[in-house]
């Protein structure tokens, strides 16, 4: 096993490096002149003495190989460099927003899967039946609707009709409620999905009509059988459903004034503060290749039968 | 027999689902081309005498604080949002598809320059990474397409590789070649018709799921610049005026959810058959 995580961590080291100078690139090729930009941001007043001068303190005079190296550098030792805003370290910024995005986000998926899970067993036990059928559509409807219209829709429906909830979200729970339901429908639809064909498919496998024929209580075959194979495949479409999430938070974020990464990173893009951007992008990506990492060792070590296979 | 009659009939009833579902979305590409003769007010005239107006006989869908017609707009939004997403998909497909087969065909530096920098892409979230790029770029169809584009190319890309991986040794590649065809002749006469039913399947399935990324940008102001009618753009332009008009937020989005429920139907049907068929 830990041959296993060696061999995927030594893997990782060129996908992490590749996307660091993809991020680094992106913000590289943007038009204009990044001394001119951070002076512009902050409202100096901008003359040729300043702007040589910021350039040189910003090390854009130097060739493009030493500036990626300089940040990459930086990046390992948690410095993103300084907000074109205010000038105040990004990873500063980052972390004070990573809190409020990680409750928003684990809450959601929390309540996706306290939703789904169930809802996807029921749906594959009963197939055919109008259960199943009521559910699927739920899950088709909750799949095909974007968050952004979920969230303008309640807002509308809870926060000004009802008027039951903050338009604004704040810290309490009842702030925290439309985000994290906005969040959390689109999940559950696509969870349900997964789940029920995931159940679906160890059904018909011959292990479970073996079970069957041999008088082994239905409730103690779908809990202990075939619950703990669909494990596995369900660690990773947590991890894929880590992309939906982050997206969606900024999204969510925005709308309802959420002090979380996205709408960090939001308000960083309406300012043209790259610094910000560079270090939210990377962030993320950090975060997804590592959860990806997790469900397969996650996976891995729920199923021993995978454990001898390395890729 | 029995057995056999019941997935015929599955597949009848599936059958018969496409060609309603491909029904509609012919319409729908219909009136994404006619909209300019079928609207019955022009979709960006703004007029002070008319803000916020509800449906009436001259406005059927009412209109917004701006007093431009809100069914003309929407109408004019559904070829943005459908030929979009469209395109963006025939992009992507052509280019993955094509890029994958190479991979898999020849090998080498090639193959693992391409699904290495596919490996990269794939580290980001795509919403993140497409937020990011449209946002730094400023907005406009174009880049908000380009934006969902980097990394949806690679789905392509790793499956036409890995089909073709597995049909290159096969006889009758070999025959091709030993019959003096050009490796351009081969991959596109005889690979491709092999491994182009997967490919399909997942062009369809994510026609939908584009065409929501693209309304999600503009709604975000970093996607379709406005004036120009797009439904996401349309909902964030309106919701602040929600309570003295909902019809200029209730009437895009009401579109924005039909439409990509319809084509996720569709890639839904397309894969269902091809399972069918499969089995």
Same mark, same amino acid.
């Given at each position: ?66 500036? $990626? ?14 907000? $074109? ?24 998926? /929390?309540?996706?899967? /306290? ?91 011959? $292990? ?79 975060? $997804? ?23 | +027999? ?54 009436? !006989? ?43 087969? =190479? ?6 530096? &090639? ?50 590789? !890995? ?35 997967? &490919? ?39 919701? =602040?005026? +929600?309570? &003295? ?9 009401? =579109? ?24």
């Amino acid at each position: 096993m830990l041959k296993y995580i060696g061999i995927r961590l030594v893997q990782l080291i060129p996908v992490v490096l590749g996307a660091t100078f993809l991020t680094f690139l992106l913000i590289y090729l943007t038009p204009g002149d990044a001394a001119m930009k951070r002076l512009t941001a902050q409202g100096a007043a901008i003359d040729e003495e300043v702007l040589e001068q910021t350039r040189e303190e910003m090390g854009l005079n130097r060739p493009f190989p030493v500036q $990626y190296l300089h940040w990459l550098t930086g990046l390992f030792h948690g410095d993103l460099g300084l907000s $074109y805003q205010d000038n105040r370290p990004v990873s500063q910024k980052l972390a004070e927003g990573m809190g409020n995005t990680l409750t928003l986000t684990l809450s959601a998926l /929390a309540l996706a899967i /306290a939703v789904s899970l169930p809802l996807g067993f029921l749906a594959a036990v009963k197939k055919g039946s109008l259960l199943d059928h009521g559910i699927r559509i739920f899950a088709f409807t909750g799949n095909s609707l974007p968050n952004f219209l979920i969230s303008v829709v309640c807002m509308y429906w809870f926060c000004i009709r009802l008027q039951l909830l903050p338009v604004v979200a704040d810290d309490s729970l009842k702030g925290l409620l439309l985000p994290c339901l906005t969040l959390a429908i689109p999940l559950s639809g696509q969870f349900i999905r997964q789940i029920r064909a995931e159940i679906l498919e160890q059904l018909g496998k011959e $292990y479970v009509t073996g079970a069957k024929n041999r008088g082994i209580r239905k409730r103690f075959l779908y809990f202990s059988h075939i619950f703990r194979n669909c494990l596995p495949s369900l660690f990773t479409f947590l991890a894929l459903s880590a992309g939906t999430l982050m997206g969606g938070s900024v999204v969510i974020e925005t709308i309802f004034r959420w002090p979380g990464l996205g709408e960090l990173a939001m308000d960083a893009i309406s300012h043209r503060d790259y610094p910000v951007i560079q270090g939210f992008v990377v962030l993320m990506s950090l975060i $997804y290749v590592f959860l990806n990492l997790l469900a397969d060792i996650g996976g891995r070590l729920i199923d021993p039968r995978r454990e001898c296979q390395v890729p | +027999m029995k057995i056999k009659q019941s997935v015929s009939k599955k597949q009848r009833r599936l059958r018969i689902r496409l060609a309603v579902l491909l029904a509609l979305v012919g319409l729908f590409l219909l009136v994404g081309l006619l909209a300019p003769y079928l609207v019955p007010n022009d979709p960006t005239a703004t007029s002070a005498a008319h803000m916020n107006e509800a449906p009436n !006989s001259q406005f059927p869908l009412g209109t917004d604080r701006y007093g431009r017609c809100i069914f003309s707009r929407v109408l004019s939004g559904t070829g943005i949002s459908v030929f979009s997403a469209m395109g963006l998909v025939a992009i992507l497909f052509v280019v993955g598809t094509a890029l994958g087969m =190479a991979c898999g065909y020849f090998g080498g530096i &090639l193959d693992a320059v391409v699904m290495r920098l596919a490996d990269c892409f794939l580290s980001f979230p795509q919403m993140v990474l497409a937020i990011a790029v449209a946002g730094i770029l400023g907005g406009g169809t174009g880049n908000a397409m380009l934006a969902l584009g980097l990394t949806g190319w690679t789905l392509y890309a790793r499956m036409a590789r !890995s089909s073709t991986m597995a049909l290159k040794s096969e006889p009758f590649i070999q025959a091709a070649r030993l019959s003096g065809n050009g490796t351009l002749q081969i991959l596109v006469r005889h690979v491709l018709p092999n491994i182009l039913g997967p &490919l399909v399947v997942s062009a369809a399935t994510q026609i939908g799921s584009v065409m929501v990324g693209i309304a999600g940008l503009s709604f975000l102001g970093i996607g379709v610049t406005p004036p120009t009618p797009e439904w996401g753009s349309m909902i964030n332009e309106n919701r =602040a005026y +929600m309570q &003295l008009a909902p019809w200029a937020v209730l009437a895009p989005a009401a =579109a924005i959810v039909v439409t990509v429920m319809i084509f996720n139907y569709l890639g839904d049907t397309i894969r269902d058959l091809a399972d069918v068929k499969g089995t």
